[in-house]
């Protein structure tokens, strides 16, 4: 790479790019960068950011183009940037290069409710697409990975997660078809507005979770659904992690599929709602799960109500609350998602492991020893029915602890002892990469080199993420 | 590749498959590799297959990847047989080629109720699988090719649709882990019984629909879903295709979502009874749709099944017959599934077009104007909600028709000019690969033979497929 141009020779750079883009759009002033050197990454782990970098902001697939090719002429280093709500530090440059900000491609470009379909631009954000549904008020997207500020290329190129996976999958269940420009700068569409496609192999599939090293997403369609007119949270609430965990494969066999079933210590959920000023409603027991459920009649959402509750009490259940107002359901929901808010300022780490649903209060247990062993303060949620834990290791005195790198490792092999994945969500980026050989053989990982390889010969997009 | 090694000296080549499956499970004899020899690919399309063959049988991914490793050493092209169920000429060798045959791989590995997930060796049946299913009566897998003698590995590698797409998705949608003998040996566990896994490029994804070109798949892990208790059939007579089309989009906004909408001509309808001597029961109209519904109670059943034909209705639907005893629903459905048995004698090829849902109405509106063109009796039936057509091309008195080449390229381009795809769940195969151009860019296939390379560098496994 030849990092030495941006870095000795700025000028020649932003000469060349605004050759592309226009004067008003390229700048490698760093107060104006600032904004664009990081992301949601934890601040005890994300990596310093190189200063000498170029910030560029097309406004076309066909200027996105012109830049990959630049690039690929120059050897020059690319991080593409979407949302920056990333928490793998895929969005950091951690060396001379250029960042190309996806934020002008911002349009929601067709509403397609024959097709129930969305199709927007890669720089618009969630918000935009849930204020396109909330106008309609008959149909429905699914995922949701909590901070609507995230753009939809990037969501697509993370393969977002969130809450109601158990229910409605992932974004790779969604995504129809993709604009993208290759990381040689062609513009090509992969699928379509279509629900089956067997023609060649599905490369749209890479691209989602592939973290922008295969190329640059610039308009994403969605598939839609119909929205369910009830829902209801419920609060279940346990004296063990093992006696919760069994409740929910019951649940889902029986049928009930809630749209999120949520697991929290009990301390998480006190501590959140103190930081509120308020109250967290359960108080017997230790742990909680919070059911969301949605149904298209208020009978079924009565019925499977009380078969969930039923369930819960044969596995022990110590408590139920139901939030049947849209205040309290409100309540719960903020209190739940402030879950961080009081570990914010000392957290090393949160882990992101999944194991097979089964497994999880075997999972649980071996966290537990872990965090004896290792003497942190350990605190857990997790979207269970997933089987998708977040793990929140602590720091030390707002300094990574002394033993974290052994403390995370131990935690993966545990992860992947049970047949699970070090990470279910937030992806590989430059965080987890180096982890990659704990989970994958010396094979598979030479394969993912060799793609990499086919799709971006120079390497040019996102170095250090994934795979290069 | 060292076809003359298999052709002039089959006996070295059978010695050395021997050596690693045992006396009892290679041949080279004609007379017990016939059945090895050809798919289910229509008659007056299929390629003649090549005599000089091998046929192997392993018992283990073990034995697999040493015939793939010998294989590599030797440069002899490897030839995946499912359950031959393919129609796309997938399994027919078309040179000296060893046939590896999954038939062995044929257990049920592990019915696993508590993470409702079933694995089974890839050579297992969907009968099978419907067996175990049948036995615990709660739990249910949604995708039904129609042959229950396909084998769940060729389902994955093929990717498989079928009727119930407009619900329950595909295979894709439903393979959590993979056991697959890499092209070039290694055995690799792809993905695992989890819901989410973002770590690193999702191989698996690959290996789905990547009708055996990739690797070999040797054991294969699927979800279960609850199954629904109470279902029925109704079948929706039309005037015209296009009210037909436009009555299910609404239908679907509606939240109803059918497990299955097919659309028949009328006269293939009559055509299948009269052969089953019997009668289609709908009389008004010329064309049908027929809508499978299934829910947990009664009442959601007949209160979407009154909605359904609301919406059918102002759709100008001209009759509507409920199917309400298991008679009457087996009755229609019989007739259905027969639906291809008195057009087999002549028929020249059933296309596997899908077209955005939208575009259904004019994509029938182009094909019964390309029908008179080129002078043939097309008939149509299809998964109407997933816009996925199966038009059927007649033969000229079992040849042939003179303009079969052209009229199959006019369909394919006018499915592609609505943004469609040539094949929606048959797959790419011998028979479709060179129509790849009409659908991609030369990048895009570029592509796809670099992914080829990775896995399998020396090109052996089932050559002239997908891409090589």
Not at 89 to 118: C, H, W, Y
Not at 201 to 211: A, C, F, S, T
Not at 296 to 302: G, P
Request: charged letters at 25%; proline letters at 4%; a negative charge.
């Amino acid at each position: 790479m030849n990092t030495d141009l941006i870095k000795n020779s700025p000028e020649k750079v932003v000469e060349n790019l605004k050759a592309i883009v226009g004067e008003d759009w390229v700048t490698s002033d760093l107060s104006k960068m600032q904004r664009y050197l990081y992301d949601e990454t934890e601040s005890l782990l994300r990596p310093e950011a190189c200063k000498d970098c170029v910030v560029v902001k097309p406004a076309s697939p066909e200027e996105i183009s012109k830049i990959l090719k630049y690039a690929n002429k120059e050897l020059l280093p690319v991080v593409v940037r979407g949302g920056g709500t990333g928490v793998v530090a895929g969005a950091i440059p951690t060396q001379p290069s250029i960042i190309l900000s996806i934020e002008r491609l911002n349009k929601v470009v067709e509403f397609d409710e024959k097709n129930i379909m969305i199709t927007m631009e890669a720089g618009a954000t969630l918000a935009q697409l849930l204020e396109v549904l909330s106008k309609n008020g008959k149909l429905f997207f699914p995922v949701h990975p909590g901070d609507e500020g995230a753009q939809v290329g990037g969501m697509v190129a993370a393969n977002a997660g969130g809450t109601r996976a158990v229910k409605h999958g992932i974004m790779r269940n969604h995504v129809k078809a993709l604009e993208v420009v290759l990381a040689t700068g062609e513009i090509v569409t992969l699928g379509g507005k279509l629900l089956k496609n067997n023609m060649g192999y599905d490369l749209l599939q890479l691209m989602i979770g592939g973290e922008g090293t295969l190329g640059v997403i610039t308009k994403v369609t969605l598939r839609l659904y119909a929205a369910s007119k009830y829902n209801g949270t419920l609060l279940v609430s346990f004296n063990s992690q093992r006696e919760a965990c069994d409740a929910v494969p019951e649940i889902l066999q029986e049928g009930i599929t809630p749209l999120a079933i949520e697991y929290m210590d009990r301390v998480i959920c006190e501590e959140s709602a103190k930081q509120l000023g308020t109250k967290w409603p359960a108080v017997k027991g230790s742990v909680d799960l919070m059911f969301i459920l949605d149904y298209a009649s208020e009978e079924d959402l009565y019925s499977n109500s009380e078969k969930l509750v039923e369930i819960c009490e044969r596995h022990n259940s110590v408590d139920s609350i139901i939030a049947e107002t849209e205040k309290e359901q409100r309540h719960l929901l903020e209190i739940r998602s402030n879950a961080y808010g009081p570990y914010k300022n000392n957290i090393a780490d949160i882990m992101d492991v999944a194991v097979p649903p089964s497994s999880v209060p075997d999972f649980f247990d071996d966290v537990k020893r872990l965090t004896k062993e290792y003497d942190n303060k350990i605190v857990s949620l997790g979207h269970i029915g997933d089987g998708n834990i977040h793990n929140f290791i602590m720091g030390d005195n707002g300094k990574l602890p002394a033993n974290y790198e052994e403390l995370k490792e131990a935690i993966y092999k545990t992860a992947i002892k049970y047949g699970g994945t070090i990470t279910a969500e937030h992806g590989t980026g430059k965080l987890r990469k180096k982890h990659m050989p704990l989970q994958f053989s010396k094979r598979e990982i030479e394969i993912m080199e060799g793609i990499k390889k086919v799709f971006d010969p120079n390497g040019i997009l996102n170095q250090g993420d994934m795979v290069d």
